[in-house]
């Protein structure tokens, strides 16, 4: 039995702890005898919490930033009119700090019989699966005394997907694609590999483009009109091993390449290409395969919501051959992985002869986040300590270029760009392949 408002003050006096039975408690009752009757009776007429039954609704998933509202139904079989204060338990990341208690704690009367709905609204702070933990009921009696108190498992899982704030990039590189796809007009037309059509010479068009064939058939000039092959393979390979813990700024390097996979995977959906994902750390940690365009972009979406770094050392040879397993013919690799020069030294360069293998066979393009913080500290000056700072930032950013240049050498397409700018970046470097006809 839980003792409230003035009980437990009598039970202080008492030296009784609250909601514990002590030899006290039977002196207590002889002084205050209608007192605690009606403590006694105030607890028989609470609405048992044992009975009580609880179904939930609402959302399933939502991204991350956004809210989420969770229905619990709340169902009142006894006799007895139900006075409650209930605690609907979630992980702490499941609201902004601080807004816990009033956002999981609600106040409910439900008569004998009947069912009431309570609303509990989740902002959740991380990526992945949030899962209720337990509702608490705490039963009171009509005059507030005493109270009942139990606890109901009620399961439910909300998905909280990656927020995709790159999605603002789209429309321009849409754009740019239906340029190089010849649907926009525009003097220069985007080059390819696909024939696409013949139209009218304009001032401007390249004299290769000029069908001398078509053109001795009517009486103006035509030029042939070129577009990006479709159908083409792109498969991106995250780095979910330990480098990809890393924070810049306050932004996981992870959450970075996801939201670069997401505005890429959209991209390459848009242009008609085929897209797959490998997270790799030292073992195949999501895949999404044969997707279809409509559904390709949920897909990654859903796999990528919990996915978490691993502290562990990525297994270079592992991923690679991963990699080589999963595009069984010509492909664009997207790699998202560190460029520090020590993973890559210990790491990739060790495999060369995969690695070579995987160039010749593929496009390989390796797309790392930089960290704007180190190009800061190189420019710094004006004391002792910023001259320090001066010389490791551009050492770092040595080590980062000689690292790329690297592994150019081997035919990786290198991008070192900062976690805001990482995604539209690699969409950039994936067009301009497109362009020149490399996938």
Known sequence: MALTGRTALLAALGSLPVGIMAPSWTGMLAVNAPLSLAILCDYALAAPVRSLQFTRSGDTTVRLG????VQLSVVNPS??????????????????PGTEPAASRHELTVPPGERRRLSTVLRPTRRGDRRAEQVTVRSYGPLGLAARQGSHRVPWTVRVLPPFTSRKHLPSRLARLRELDGRTSALTRGEGTEFDSL????????VRSIDWRATARQSSVAVRTWRPERDR???VVLDSGRTSAGRVGDVPRLDAAMDATLLLTTLAARAGDRVDLLAYSRRVRARVQGRAAGEILPAMVDALAPLEPELVETDAR???????????????IVLLASLDAA??????LPVLPQLTQLTQRHTVLLAAVSDPHVADMAGARGTVDAIYEAAAGAEAEAQRRRTADQLRRYGVVVVDAPPD???PVLADAY?????????
């Open 66 to 69: 956004d809210r989420a509202e």
């Open 79 to 96: 006799r007895r009119r139900l006075r409650a204060h209930l605690r609907d338990a979630w992980p702490p990341s499941s609201w902004l």
């Open 199 to 206: 139209r009218a010479y304009v001032p401007g068009d390249d």
């Open 233 to 235: 393979h792109v498969l």
């Open 318 to 332: 592992g991923l690679v051959a991963a990699a080589l397993a999963h595009a069984p013919r010509r492909s664009l």
């Open 343 to 348: 993973p890559v030294e210990e790491g990739l």
């Open 421 to 423: 700018t990482l995604a």
């Open 431 to 439: 067009l301009a392949l497109k362009a020149a006809g490399r996938l």
